[in-house]
């Protein structure tokens, strides 16, 4: 595949980011819950090009059908009669759904959506071959479902202490190994005790209200300290923490790859289970999460049931930065005297419109320096399951984000998406100097412990 380099806008460079104070997307769908005919969506886009340097495909092979624009056109055509299997599947199944087209358009094409009613017809027509079925069928059978996820983690375990990861890891044995199980090795963060997070945290006085925690799929087992860190901080600014059981997936991993009902029948799951739970805001603590659950008023449009709770739920959900850079801090921060360079993750500053957020926490904390990434809006690959789905693209990807990291100089990388943390870690030159890989929630908890805080969750 040819490759070149194509200009790529950075934030801040005078594009139009149509969002709202709440993080969401002004006048995205109209009226709570409402959507259009695919054919209708199609049709907003006048083909500007705006869209071209903003899409990380296109940037990477220079292709029309690779860029937004070009994927549209094929979606036309699709309408108009040809069949969605070769050119129009090929290039669907490789855009990051990143959203980064959606800010850059001055038309305000919803391509999110155009993406996701088209995978969709991809899936139903059957046009994918008996192995990719498999593959997608394997990675969805785990990846949304905690309690097997859990069984794989002990696995995973198992395998470290064994010595067994590091002689799959030889080059004679790992070259014979299906690119799937390398990708997976390599993603797998370095796994340490899980850490439990009570049902409930009380808030310094005076309150500042309830919230409820969203605990994730992948978050919850694999970065569980991530969810203890965001109690706690939360806990500290005067937030009482609820932690409702039974939770699974938000439904994010199923909703971006076009399985909208498995989807929804998670979106529902999460519905009831934060109507139950009393809380005034719905704090989540991945983008990718927080973005599919702002957006359950259009995945839940349709259910005579739920459509009213989904658009009541996703109107009271709030990613973490977002919350706390709104309300203010409170608790004294202690010095960290560190440098951090600051990850966008996509479902974050696109999905949401939330990048000055995160930012703004960070500063806040004495001694630690802020330092930007170079094509800050480029997607790091990782993309929900597309690095398990597209590889080659993802590692290309990965590796150019990882060198952008690893010329700032800094310590630690800071994002607010798991799967970047593990994606851009696992693309990092082995040559380059120790990084460590942190959320924001960790960092922010990292400087309250300092001020005296403690760790008790």
Known sequence: MARRAAPHAAHGDGRRDRTRGDGRRDGAH????????????????????????????????????????????????????????????????????????????PSGVRYDEIVELARGRVAADGVRGRAERLRRWAIFALFPHPRRLRVARVALV???????????????????????????????????????????????????????LLTGCVQSVLFSEVNAATARVLAAEGFDVVVPAGQGCCGALSSHAGREREAAEMARRTVDC??????????????????????????????PRYAQPAAELAARTRDFSELLAAAGTRAPRGRLDVAVAYHDACHLAHAQGIRDAPRALLEEIPGLELREIAEPDLCCGSAGVYNLLEIDTARELGARKAAGVAATGADVLVAANPGCLMQIRAAADPGSAPMTYSHVAEVLDASLRAAGHGRSA
């Open 30 to 105: 109209g009226a709570p819950g409402g959507s259009r005919p695919l054919a209708e969506l199609v049709q907003d886009c006048v083909h500007c090009g705006f869209c071209l340097p903003s899409c990380p495909t296109y940037v990477l092979t220079g292709e029309e059908a690779d860029s937004p624009r070009g994927r549209i056109h094929l979606v036309g055509q699709v309408l108009a009669g040809a069949p969605i299997a070769g050119a129009p599947q090929l290039h669907l199944d490789r855009c990051l759904s990143c959203m980064a087209c959606v800010t850059a358009c």
């Open 158 to 212: 198992a395998a470290d202490r064994s010595g067994l990861r590091q002689m799959l890891r030889r080059p004679g044995v790992a070259r014979r190994l299906p690119d799937l199980v390398r990708t997976l090795d390599a993603l797998a963060p370095a796994l340490t005790a899980v850490e439990d997070v009570p049902t409930f945290l009380p808030g310094a006085e005076p309150s500042r209200g309830r919230v409820g």
């Open 274 to 303: 934060f109507a139950a739970a009393g809380v005034d805001t719905v704090v989540v603590n991945a983008a990718g999460c927080g973005s599919a659950m702002k957006e359950y008023a259009r995945l839940l449009r349709d259910d």
